[in-house]
């Protein structure tokens, strides 16, 4: 069964066609890396799934249902995560706080509770709970009391992992997760990914420029050049095909 699918997805900016006829299906428990060069349109077809961005032409489906015309939060509601910008955050409120509105914003939609004060305070400390829990996931619980506005670069890209991992979508959408990390925080990230991987029923896309980390986590790779989808396969089949080495890996090479 493929949980996420996009059909003929399409999107022109102008004469400018950025995602050309993409169709492609996603499976649960199996990670897909997206790669292609600068400008190819891997994060612009991330925006045409999650909604940050109406396509002119085609679908996207959610477990059979057509989600394109659907505003990004309902996408959200429907199951489909992508890392929060960080202006949709409090910037005067600390990143535990932070993270606690996300798990209640998501536990909200599971449950309604009375005004019985015991239930209250009970929810209080299992949000607080998970909250924290996610926070050691990434590493930043040492962080949790900190502001959010002058967090530096790579705190921040943690936190939109954060409250990606509160909303507990069924598909995670990563774009380049680690970009500007140092050598200590980008780890983090990957085991992060990693362990996702190995619950075996998420659906995972990576959108991912260092082959290394691709080659390591991805069980499909799919690639796109100028808008248009060019090879889907196996990674080692993938990387080894004249289009990429031709298309892709000689600027990658350049942008390691
Ligand atoms: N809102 C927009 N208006 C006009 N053109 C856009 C818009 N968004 C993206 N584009 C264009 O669409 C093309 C694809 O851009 P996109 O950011 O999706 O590439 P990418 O594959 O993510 O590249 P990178 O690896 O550099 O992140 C580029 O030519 C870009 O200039
Ligand atoms: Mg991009």
């Not at 140092?182 to 029923?201: C, F, H, M, S, W």
């Not at 691709?214 to 993938?238: F, K, S, W, Y």
Request: charged residues 20%.
């Amino acid at each position: 069964m493929s949980l996420l699918e996009t059909r003929d997805l399409t999107i022109r900016f102008g004469g400018h066609v950025a995602v050309n006829a993409v169709s492609c299906a996603f499976a649960p428990g199996t990670l897909t890396a997206i790669v292609g060069p600068n400008g190819a349109g891997k994060t612009t077809y991330f925006n045409l799934i999650s909604g940050q961005l109406r396509a002119s032409d085609g679908q996207v489906l959610l477990g059979g249902q057509d989600l394109s015309r659907l505003p990004a939060s309902a996408r959200t509601r429907a199951g489909l995560g992508r890392a929060f910008q960080l202006t949709n955050l409090f910037p005067h409120l600390s990143v535990r706080e932070n993270v606690r509105l996300a798990v209640q914003a998501t536990r909200a939609g599971a449950h309604r509770r009375g005004l019985n004060l015991w239930s209250i305070w009970s929810d209080h400390r299992a949000v607080t709970e998970r909250a924290d829990q996610i926070l050691a996931d990434v590493a930043m619980l040492p962080r949790a009391e900190a502001a959010v506005a002058g967090l530096p670069h790579g705190d921040q890209r943690k936190l939109e992992v954060a409250l990606l991992m509160a909303l507990e979508p069924q598909v995670f959408m990563f774009d380049e997760p680690t970009a500007g990390m140092n050598a200590a925080e980008a780890p983090v990230i990957l085991d992060l990914i990693r362990r996702l991987k190995q619950d075996r029923t998420k659906t995972i896309l990576l959108v991912e420029h260092k082959m290394d980390v691709v080659r390591e986590l991805a069980d499909r790779i799919i690639v796109l050049h100028n808008g248009t989808l060019v090879a889907d396969g196996l990674p080692a089949e993938v990387i080894a095909s004249p289009i990429v080495q031709e298309a892709y890996l000689g600027v990658a090479r350049e942008a390691a």
